[in-house]
């Protein structure tokens, strides 16, 4: 059955072949409509090229502007300016915070504050007469003379009252023998026979200062020195420490902290980033050292 | 030699797939080729050209930016003094006290300069530095009672001079340490420590104010002529030793012929003539 059908199937191709043989006319119109179909074709290939080409043409031209642009004086300068300010930028962070450091070390050198004698004037009992004082380094030392034992401590009284210092001491209260220096009978009367020497500490204060680096070797600073003078117990805190953008638009994100030459350990380094600052308790000097490490390639 | 139909209908199928190939791989592959060789150098120089205009348009804001940042910076700078001048310091120091009734100076002492570097993380010394100074100053007051000495002045005045000091430049200028000490004759000796810092920068870049007092020495110039030596006719007679060895003496003084108080013009010692 099948080898039937196949020989059918050959029989009808040659009958078809045979068409082209036996009409000449027909297959004049055949190969006239396949030369349309390659002038047609030849139209179409010629069109394809010209697009082709006059895209690559404008493409080119249009890489020409760009060129041309990008070598122009005025767009080489902007370039140029850029990296001079670029330049520029990365000298005058490092100025500022040599600058800064420097500044924060001077600020919180040891000072007197004026105040404190304000305050002790104002609270010194009648009967007193303080004849030295000297004021050093958060500690007062008076010296003077009194009527009795108790205007001394009158006076300590009265300086806890207006919770002046953190502690006072008293050095020593003495009844002086003044029978022998000469004096009259009445100036005896009035003479102030008792001497005391009280000392007063003042609150310790100490510096808190915040620094931000890029974490490499050379450390360049990317910001000035936050510095600020708190008193013992008080709380610091700084904020916002999880990134840092820089002036050309790199971000930084924080990658490691120093606290007092001590690297805080990747637990503590969990919270702070989850609370995005740091905080703590001042019991003295304290030295926040923020490592950033770039995220982004900025310009 | 004539074709057959069927040989003429496949030449003519050969040559049009031959058409067909040699336009595709002689015309429009390498057009194509070319094209998207264009195409690739246009995307790659418009991205280029693309980040160079942000750079450019960033120009700018980051001029702003530097700009502030040397204001900020400037302001830093001006913070401290740019140099020390410890005979400017002294006598401006001395014209508060004198302008608050302590015009009696009685030590006045400048310790030697101190420089507090920055080390840098690399371990190298920062190209700036802090100088400090500190100025001790004794005064006194007056008793209210002697001659010279009137009206009182004291502890109250002090403490005026002693804040105008901590006000006028209180980052630079620090009062380090104050005392007063009773000499139980009426009148009391008054000391005082400032301390006195000045940035030492290579590139600063905020400019020196020349009105500040500390650093401006608008005392008239004094008129040269001074000596190195003190000359017998400026000793005070009654200073002049006659009985004192003299190398240059071709008689020296004995003391049968000494006169302690003698007026250096009749000394016993003669004066060799040249």
Redesign the interface.
């Given at each position: 059955m099948a080898s039937k059908k196949n020989f059918e199937s050959s029989k009808r191709d040659m009958n078809f072949?045979s068409e082209?043989?036996s009409s000449?006319g027909q297959?004049g119109s055949?190969?006239s409509f396949?030369l349309l179909v390659?002038f047609g074709?030849?139209i179409l290939?010629g069109a394809?090229?010209a697009v082709?080409?006059i895209?690559?043409a404008a493409?080119?031209k249009?890489?020409s502007t760009?060129?041309t642009?990008?070598q122009s004086e005025s767009?080489q300068a902007?370039?140029l300016?850029?990296s001079d300010?670029?330049n520029?930028?990365a000298?005058?962070?490092q100025?500022?915070y040599?600058?800064?450091?420097?500044?924060s070390?001077?600020?919180n050198?040891?000072?007197?504050?004026?105040k404190y004698?304000?305050a002790i004037?104002d609270n010194v009992p009648k009967d007193i007469v303080?004849?030295?004082?000297?004021?050093?380094?958060g500690t007062i030392t008076l010296k003077g003379k009194a009527e009795s034992y108790y205007s001394p401590m009158d006076m300590i009284a009265n300086f806890t009252a207006a919770k002046l210092f953190t502690h006072v001491n008293i050095e020593d209260i003495t009844l002086v023998n003044i029978s022998g220096t000469g004096l009259t009978q009445e100036e005896l009367t009035l003479a102030k026979k008792y001497t005391f020497t009280i000392t007063c500490s003042l609150k310790s204060s100490y510096p808190v200062t915040v620094s931000k680096?890029i974490d490499s070797?050379?450390?360049t600073p990317l910001t000035?020195v936050k510095s600020q003078t708190l008193g013992v117990g008080e709380q610091y805190s700084e904020s916002g420490i999880n990134t840092f953008t820089a002036?050309?638009?790199s971000l930084y994100s924080l990658n490691r902290v120093i606290i007092n030459d001590t690297v805080v350990p990747e637990a503590d380094m969990a919270l702070i980033r989850q609370n995005d600052s740091i905080s703590g308790i001042v019991a003295s000097s304290v030295e926040i050292n923020l490592y950033y490490i770039l995220t982004n390639g900025g310009? | 030699m004539k074709l057959s139909k069927r040989e003429t209908f496949m030449v003519v199928g050969l040559v049009f797939v031959v058409f067909i190939a040699g336009f595709w791989f002689l015309l429009l592959s390498p057009a194509r080729a070319s094209l998207k060789a264009a195409q690739l150098e246009y995307t790659s120089i418009k991205l280029q050209d693309d980040t160079n205009q942000q750079i450019i348009d960033s120009v700018i804001p980051l001029k702003s930016t530097r700009d502030a940042l040397k204001v900020s910076l400037s302001d830093i700078e001006k913070r401290l003094l740019p140099e020390l001048r410890n005979e400017v310091i002294t006598e401006h120091l001395a014209s508060i006290f004198k302008d608050n009734r302590l015009p009696y100076i009685m030590f006045i002492s400048c310790e030697p300069a101190v420089t507090e570097n920055l080390v840098n993380a690399d371990g190298n010394y920062s190209i700036n530095s802090v100088q400090w100074v500190r100025v001790n100053m004794k005064v006194s007051g007056t008793d209210g009672v002697t001659e010279g000495g009137i009206p009182a002045v004291g502890y109250s005045e002090f403490i005026a001079a002693v804040k105008q000091i901590e006000t006028a430049n209180p980052d630079s200028i620090h009062v380090s340490s104050i005392a007063m000490e009773d000499t139980l004759q009426g009148f009391q000796y008054f000391t005082i420590a400032v301390d006195v810092y000045a940035f030492t920068l290579t590139n600063r870049i905020s400019a020196i104010d020349p009105s500040e007092p500390y650093l401006s020495w608008n005392r008239d110039p004094a008129v040269s002529g001074g000596l190195f030596g003190i000359p017998a006719s400026e000793i005070a007679p009654s200073q002049f030793t006659a009985l004192f060895y003299r190398p240059f003496a071709t008689i020296q003084a004995t003391a049968a012929t000494t006169n302690n108080t003698a007026n250096p013009g009749t000394a016993a010692t003669p004066t060799p003539t040249p």
């Open positions: 072949f082209f043989t000449s297959m055949y190969v396949i390659l074709l030849l290939g394809i090229f082709v080409f895209q690559t493409i080119k249009d890489i760009i060129n642009k990008m767009y902007e370039l300016s850029y300010i670029n520029n930028m000298l005058l962070n100025q500022s040599d600058v800064s450091a420097l500044f070390r001077v600020e050198m040891g000072k007197i504050d004026s004698m304000d004037y303080v004849t030295d004082f000297t004021y050093n380094l680096f070797a050379i450390a000035a002036e050309d638009g310009k | -």
